[in-house]
């Protein structure tokens, strides 16, 4: 769950998720297309697909509320079979409260294929990355009146540069994750944040990016010419879960897709989807329609993923897998 930033101050509880990215625990960007960018869930995914893909995804979270998040990723992936190894790349700005609060992410990614048997491979993970925050204070209406070990500045002319914008330190990250498959069915595990960094523009060591916890599996089903496709997305940080069962159903050239988000302890969205694919391109867009009480203020959030997929003619891989995935969203 994102933590919302808004200019105009019209109610206590906005206030108090104002605060959140600097008195608590922030949590990571979401999405609702899995595997719209699936090394994000699961570094285990880079090259998975063998050849070249590239992704370009954007999400515009509660667009109706002043403040909103835009998150955009944007990156490519590449396997070497013959090395059993996948290397990608990837980008990431996420924007909160009319650019209140940026942050710019640059990760890295490197997975490793075993195969088990005939039809079943096991695949290992790694995610160093690297990120930096930086806050703009003129952007904010309060920032001179909160005590600055608790993250604020008491006076933002004279400890602010001219422009009001306060960038913190470089940081470095990891995350890891295992991802087995077969012809017809993936399961993964990953962590992410592992050495929990601290995320504080002030020092404060007890403001840490704490260790978020994913789990997910999918299963196709072909059923004539529509291949369907169950599918379930688990995530923990800290005192946030978030459990995103849906299904999908592909027929050549589109798929449609449905999945509802269950946050702890409440419903927070049911989310729908449509892609097409045609040759090398692939492009999927998704409406999430809130359905919590914070949906009349909070309504629905747009995404758009747009993927290239180059398919070389040495390509030889007789993986079903990789068929379902180049076709999944």
Known sequence: MKNLTIKPIKSLPLIL???LPFLGHAQDPEFTQPLGTPVYFNPAFAGIQQNLRAGLQFRDQWPGVSGSFVTLA???DMGFPKINSGVGLMFMNDVA???SLTTNTINAYYAYEIKLGANSYLRFGVNPSLFQRSINFSQLRFGDQVDPKLGFIYNT????PSNGVFSGALTPDLG???LFYSKNFYAGLAAFHIFQPAQSFFGNSASMLLRKYVAQAGYYISLGSFTLNPYVLAMNQGTFTQILPGISIN???FTLGASFRQ???NADAVNFLFGFAKGIFKVCYSYDQ???DARAAATGSHELSLVIQLRKRHDTSAKPMIGHLRNSY
Not at 157 to 160: A, G, R, S, V
């Open 17 to 19: 998720l104002l605060c």
């Open 74 to 76: 944007a990156g490519a």
């Open 97 to 99: 409260g009319d650019g």
């Open 157 to 160: 002319q004279e400890q602010l």
């Open 176 to 178: 890891a994750g295992a």
């Open 251 to 253: 027929k050549s050239f």
């Open 263 to 265: 946050t702890d302890p």
């Open 290 to 292: 809130t359905v919590s």
